[in-house]
């Protein structure tokens, strides 16, 4: 029987085992941003926020991209709205708000998940070990986190909803192709030239294929950081 310290050890094996990986393409990619998130930060939040104990070893670079490119787009910005779709345990949302703090400029951090951000149900997170928490609670650690919007809805039901201005998206809902080519095109419909949107697990060849789609609105760049973890980088074309 699995105790809650044996549990625990499992989450910090795996946090201690994947800090020794080294990401060659992230550090070039931070290089040429001009920026990257302090180490402590990141690590601190992936400890509890970013490492699942799954079939595939844990990755919190996208925290490290989406920092960067953030904080690239917000040179010469003065209020810049982000939507970050499927919150999970909070991790991409943290690091953009992140981000909005270290530029010094206004901003809000809205994140969406079918996940009730009240209820407390497994997250997989060393955070639960000794019982389940509200996302406010595996949050505790970071008090600006508060100033987050967490909403329990759909990538497509936030994007449908309003015509207000989305400056930067994280799109990281629903790993479906299908999902992932209506909610870029909502997108694109909120969006401006030169704004950004960032797609995960684009080594899904039916999730690559429906951002692919969106190449006439965005000019694309892919990040393949590992076999089995690649990105894409979408700027609205003018």
């Given at each position: 029987?699995?105790?809650?310290?044996?549990?625990?050890?499992?989450?910090?094996?795996?946090?201690?085992?994947?800090?020794?990986?080294?990401?060659?393409?992230?550090?070039?990619?931070?290089?040429?941003?001009?920026?990257?998130?302090?180490?402590?930060?990141?690590?601190?939040?992936?400890?509890?926020?970013?490492?699942?104990?799954?079939?595939?070893?844990?990755?919190?670079?996208?925290?490290?991209?989406?920092?960067?490119?953030?904080?690239?787009?917000?040179?010469?910005?003065?209020?810049?709205?982000?939507?970050?779709?499927?919150?999970?345990?909070g991790?991409?949302?943290?690091?953009?708000?992140?981000?909005?703090?270290?530029?010094?400029?206004?901003?809000?951090?809205?994140?969406?998940?079918?996940?009730?951000?009240?209820?407390?149900?497994?997250r997989?997170?060393?955070?639960?070990?000794?019982?389940?928490?509200?996302?406010?609670?595996?949050?505790?650690?970071?008090?600006?986190?508060?100033?987050?919007?967490?909403?329990?809805?759909?990538?497509?039901?936030?994007?449908?909803?309003?015509?207000?201005?989305?400056?930067?998206?994280?799109?990281d809902?629903?790993?479906?192709?299908k999902?992932?080519?209506?909610?870029?095109?909502?997108?694109?419909?909120?969006?401006?030239?030169?704004?950004?949107?960032?797609?995960?697990?684009?080594h899904?060849?039916?999730?690559?294929?429906?951002?692919?789609?969106?190449?006439?609105?965005?000019?694309?760049?892919?990040?393949?950081?590992?076999?089995?973890?690649?990105?894409?980088?979408?700027?609205?074309?003018?």
């Amino acid at each position: 029987m699995t105790t809650t310290v044996d549990l625990a050890a499992e989450y910090l094996a795996a946090f201690e085992l994947e800090l020794t990986n080294e990401y060659p393409l992230v550090d070039e990619f931070e290089r040429r941003m001009g920026h990257a998130i302090r180490p402590i930060y990141l690590n601190t939040a992936a400890r509890l926020l970013a490492c699942p104990l799954k079939k595939n070893p844990p990755n919190w670079q996208h925290g490290r991209i989406l920092y960067a490119l953030a904080r690239n787009y917000m040179q010469g910005q003065i209020d810049v709205s982000i939507l970050d779709i499927g919150t999970a345990k909070g991790f991409s949302a943290l690091c953009l708000l992140w981000a909005l703090r270290d530029a010094d400029i206004i901003g809000k951090v809205t994140s969406v998940d079918v996940i009730d951000p009240i209820a407390r149900v497994r997250r997989n997170t060393l955070a639960e070990v000794n019982g389940l928490k509200t996302l406010a609670e595996t949050l505790a650690p970071w008090p600006e986190a508060s100033s987050i919007t967490f909403k329990q809805r759909t990538g497509g039901d936030e994007l449908s909803d309003g015509r207000s201005r989305i400056h930067i998206c994280f799109i990281d809902g629903k790993h479906s192709g299908k999902v992932v080519a209506v909610e870029g095109y909502l997108l694109s419909q909120r969006q401006m030239a030169g704004d950004i949107a960032v797609f995960d697990d684009v080594h899904v060849p039916d999730v690559w294929e429906a951002v692919k789609t969106l190449k006439t609105k965005y000019e694309l760049e892919r990040l393949q950081i590992l076999p089995n973890r690649a990105y894409a980088i979408g700027v609205r074309r003018g």
